[in-house]
């Protein structure tokens, strides 16, 4: 107990500047045995500490003290302890016991969902990611555990905030993986399915060296938005793809690669009986609410179809093109794409007449000049990051190996440049 | 030498003399120039850089002295004085191409004036009652923004009690004709010697356009400090020079309709997506070698290649 007391001295005192911080940190890290021994009765002493000001020293305490079960009256008081924490502590001292914010972190995470209250957790999370992260741009741990949270709790557009900001490092690639995939999901919910897409395809992407269940579920996903998205899936994944993933995410996909080729025909007819034969493996992969949203999807397609060809249709015409049953569905559909912008047209209901138009965008407004402009802004930083990291990988000892040894060894008349063996 | 000139008399001087200077110059320096050696000690000092001479001609209206054209003229160094016979055969063939031009004086080039300058100066006294003598500074100064041209002019001025011929400044200004300044722009743009493929002639004129607009740019800025600083009660307050500003400001924009705007807009939309498709690729250029290296890099199973060669 006199330690515990010392050690209070020791953190109330050593927690105004930078050289205190880095000496109390040293000394924090060596009791930490001996903090995790005293865990039950830590919670006194973590009232006479200020957790706005010796952030550090209350983290120590408090995750020595969270490491010991959570009794069952207590999660809500432990709840509440927590999120006062992280809305008060200060960011440089916690980055400096990274690792411990984490697992406090997860712990009340969950808690939080083990009392089915995630919507209590989605803002303390996001703060923790705010403090935790050293700049916009860098992935933490927290960050999928938060899309979690925004996920169970349905709150999809706090979720959004975070995922508007491009990110250019990361702590662990399973963070990555996990990242994407519930950023997809939000995305999802909140039918940007562009955005969806991009995140997905992040994830069936990435490079990893073994197959690894995230990715195939990603890449089911991906698959059905895709099919929204864009009215078409190709199997052919980009060449950055690693290896592994190209030869057998398909494997795992069968049923989602016929539905996108019975979509590909066009035909309602074809798509819902696809869709029915392999009802039970998309309920069992959660992913038939996203079929549903396929199949209502293929309506969509074939009427943009024919605003390719004709320039005006009666509306029972585009019925029985798009195997509608009344020309009211078909009012109701071609309305619906008016509203969301996907087709520029008009309905004359006297005639029950459909006129389409071109796109009225004329590229002179002064905001398309300032939408350029700052498309131009984010490439130009885009391609400097792009550059260094070029530089990066061109003197990595693992790719100046690999390239030494392709080369064609019987030239001597060649000046070599790479010597054929590094010896490192 | 006295300071300024108080004949009254306006000088106007043309490129094309300046240019004939120069050139003269050039010419004599490069011919007269031993080729570089370098088992020079290199302790030697330079040659002296020639002294070049010649006579300008031009039209005298009045009170303006307007200054065309000149030619050159053979230096007798060891009498310090112009060849006569030459000046006056050339004086004849000027005077059939150009009826109206009369010499009004004589060049060299130089940092300074000289003693022997004066010498040359009353020899041709007797052509033209008072010549001008036009100074070229070859020495190439890149903190100078002037020309390094000087125009002098002679007066008789009394110094200790005897009146003596000296010489006097007198400014000028440059007028130009328009086959003058297609000339001059040509020169000063200097193209790469090579012809430069499209690359180079569009970085050169992109460039020239970018310092065009840096000069713009802060000019305004130090008359928008000046305005500022007007405005604080810094600097009293002068009307003619916020006339001058206003009828400024008032020449921009150019046109001012509907149609315009959108026509202008319109371009100006299609260079920036030129600019950001340009961008793209280069991006995905880049991306493409990142890629493939990362691919030989990191991936297992990527193709072994390595063919070996038949022997």
């Not at chain 1, 303390?124 to 705010?130: G, L, S, Y």
């Not at chain 2, 007269?32 to 006579?55: D, E, I, K």
């Not at chain 2, 100064?141 to 003596?164: C, M, R």
């Not at chain 2, 493409?288 to 022997?311: Q, W």
Request: hydrophobic share 35%.
């Amino acid at each position: 107990m006199e330690s515990m007391e010392a050690l209070i001295t020791q953190i109330q005192g050593l927690s105004g500047s930078v050289e205190d911080i880095s000496h109390l940190h040293n000394l924090l890290k060596l009791t930490e045995e001996s903090l995790q021994s005293e865990a039950p009765r830590l919670a006194s002493f973590l009232g006479q500490l200020d957790p706005a000001k010796q952030s550090l020293g209350y983290l120590y305490i408090l995750e020595a003290y969270t490491s010991a079960p959570i009794s069952r009256e207590q999660p809500s008081e432990f709840i509440m302890s927590v999120s006062t924490f992280i809305n008060s502590c200060l960011a440089e001292q916690i980055r400096l016991a990274a690792d411990k914010f984490v697992s406090v972190c997860k712990r009340f995470k969950d808690q939080v969902v083990l009392l089915q209250e995630p919507l209590r957790g989605v803002a303390p999370m996001r703060t923790a990611v705010q403090k935790l992260r050293s700049s916009s741009e860098h992935l933490t741990a927290l960050h999928p555990d938060f899309l979690l949270l925004c996920l169970l709790a349905k709150s999809y557009k706090t979720g959004l905030g975070i995922l508007k900001e491009d990110i250019f490092e990361i702590d662990q690639p399973r963070d990555f993986f996990l990242y994407c995939y519930y950023g997809g999901m939000i995305c999802i919910g909140q039918k940007h399915f562009c955005k969806a897409r991009e995140l997905l395809r992040n994830v069936v992407t990435a490079p990893m060296s073994t197959i690894n269940a995230i990715a195939i579920e990603a890449y089911k996903k991906y698959c059905l938005v895709s099919l929204i998205d864009n009215g078409q899936f190709s199997t052919a994944l980009p060449k950055y793809t690693s290896s592994v993933a190209q030869r057998s995410l398909k494997n795992f996909c069968q049923p989602y690669i016929d539905l996108a080729n019975s979509y590909s025909s066009g035909k309602i007819s074809e798509l819902e009986s696809c869709v029915e034969t392999n009802k039970e493996k998309f309920e069992s992969d959660n992913n038939l609410g996203l079929v549903k949203q396929v199949v209502s999807s293929l309506y969509k397609r074939n009427i943009q179809r024919l605003t390719l060809t004709y320039l005006t249709l009666s509306l029972q015409d585009i019925a029985n093109t798009v195997q509608l049953n009344t020309p009211k569905e078909a009012e109701m559909h071609v309305l619906r794409m008016i509203q969301d912008g996907e087709i520029f047209a008009t309905i004359n209901q006297k005639d029950e007449m459909v006129s389409f138009h071109e796109d009225p965008e004329q590229y002179k407004t002064c905001e398309m000049i300032e939408h350029i402009d700052s498309s131009i802004q984010r490439i130009m930083s885009l391609s400097k990051k792009l550059s260094a990291v070029d530089e990066l990988i061109s003197y990595d000892p693992a790719y100046l190996a690999k390239a030494g040894k392709e080369r064609q060894r019987f030239d001597f008349d060649d000046f070599d440049t790479v010597p054929q063996k590094f010896n490192l | 030498m006295a300071s300024s000139s108080s004949s009254g008399l306006t000088f106007k001087l043309h490129p094309l003399v300046i240019v004939n200077i120069s050139d003269h110059y050039t010419r004599v320096k490069s011919q007269a120039q031993p080729p570089h050696g370098s088992s020079n000690g290199g302790s030697s000092p330079p040659p002296q850089p020639p002294r070049v001479f010649g006579c300008v001609i031009g039209i005298q209206r009045g009170r303006t002295v307007e200054i065309f054209n000149s030619f050159e003229l053979l230096y007798d160094p060891s009498t310090e004085s112009l060849d006569r016979s030459f000046l006056e055969k050339k004086q004849e063939l000027y005077k059939k191409v150009f009826p109206n031009f009369y010499i009004l004086g004589w060049y060299s080039t130089g940092s300074d004036v000289q003693e022997s300058d004066m010498h040359i100066h009353k020899a041709l006294m007797d052509i033209n009652e008072s010549p001008v003598y036009v100074i070229l500074n070859p020495a190439i100064n890149h903190s100078q923004k002037d020309l390094p041209v000087t125009i002098y002019e002679s007066e008789l001025h009394v110094i200790d009690g005897i009146p003596q011929l000296i010489f006097v400044r007198s400014s000028y200004t440059i007028e130009t004709v328009e086959a003058e300044r297609i000339s001059v722009d040509h020169v000063a743009h200097l193209k790469p010697s090579d012809g430069g493929s499209a690359a180079t002639q569009l970085a050169a004129h992109l460039t020239g356009i970018h310092s065009a607009i840096k000069m713009l740019n802060s000019r305004i800025r130090v008359l928008h400090n000046y305005l500022l600083s007007m405005q604080r009660g810094d600097i009293p307050m002068e009307d003619s020079l916020l006339r001058q500003v206003s009828s400024l400001l008032r020449r921009l924009p150019a046109i001012e309709s509907g149609k315009f705007q959108d026509d202008f807009q319109m371009e100006y939309n299609d260079t920036l997506l030129i600019t950001y498709l340009a961008m793209l690729t280069n991006c995905s250029s880049t991306m493409n070698e990142l890629v493939d290296k990362f691919n030989t890099a990191y991936d297992r199973h990527s193709r072994r290649g390595g063919r070996t060669a038949f022997i």
